[in-house]
């Protein structure tokens, strides 16, 4: 097993995945879902976010995908420091807790190298968040939102 980090030409070849990885773990609704794809794409092709892909042996097959992890980077003005956001993550298969922790290894390296403090996410998935403490995630604050 391994991860990689795709790059913005390979994005089409993997588009498929990454709309199922992005819509299972994020509640998009019906009238934003194509503003949210289609954001989401343009942001992937030009670099400002990432996908990272959990596989098996080869890169060129979705069938030996085990999951895919989308990130962006973000900037907190007040603090002064960067973050890698989690802005989508879906496991195609359950992965082992020996095959999240590299993944996450990984992911952590990445961040170190591009100057990022944390790794962040947010997430109502019961798996993904036992998978977070596993990983040794803190839960440092709760979200809530208002429409407005």
């Avoid at 097993?1 to 998009?28: H, T, Y």
């Avoid at 343009?42 to 989308?70: E, P």
Wanted: with cysteine.
């Amino acid at each position: 097993m391994a991860i990689i980090q795709l790059q913005p030409k390979e994005i089409a070849q993997f588009w498929d995945g990454i709309k199922v990885s992005l819509s299972r773990s994020n509640e998009i609704d019906d009238e934003h879902y194509y503003d949210y794809m289609n954001n989401a794409l343009k942001q992937l092709l030009s670099g400002k976010m990432s996908c990272w892909v959990v596989f098996d042996y080869t890169r060129d097959n979705l069938k030996n995908i085990h999951a895919m992890v989308v990130t962006s980077i973000r900037e907190d003005l007040v603090f002064g420091y960067k973050t890698v956001q989690v802005e989508g993550l879906y496991g195609f298969r359950k992965l082992s807790d020996a095959q999240a922790l590299d993944a996450i290894e990984q992911l952590k390296k990445y961040a170190r190298n591009v100057g990022c403090r944390y790794i962040r996410a947010v997430t109502d998935n019961e798996r993904a968040k036992q998978i977070a403490n596993l990983l040794g995630f803190s839960n440092f604050a709760t979200a809530y939102s208002l429409e407005v």
